[in-house]
């Protein structure tokens, strides 16, 4: 792996793990990108019938838990408390942040972030359960 993060075949891994753990559990049609530890796109993919926005919704689950360092789902845990700084944090943001479960960030053997991961399709906690999944086929973890 190079230090500039997830390389492609990580990130190939990954999109294709998660999508494969949405058809095994019968979800909506999901969308994974998978960005570097610069907030880079690597990977993405929009299955069939997934709706116009999911693309941007999942780059911004994964940006958000970059930007903050984060899971996208302790983002929405901050939201409650601290909305005005979600709010804020969020426009500053160029790729965007979701405050909402399916955005990890991906870290090598030795703990580093290398990069983050972003689903999205069916409910938050079902995006994040297959983004598990991608990630752990990766070798990789959270």
Known sequence: MSNNGVSLTQAQTIVDATLSEARKLALKPMSVAVLDAGGHMVAFAREDGSSTLRPQISTAKASGAL?????????????????????????????GIIPAAGGLLIRDATGQVVGAVGVTGDTSDSDELCALAGVSAAGLSI
């Open 67 to 95: 930007a903050l360092g984060v899971s996208s789902r302790v983002i929405g845990e901050m939201a409650v408390d601290r909305p005005t700084f979600i709010a804020a944090a969020a426009g500053l943001s160029a790729g």
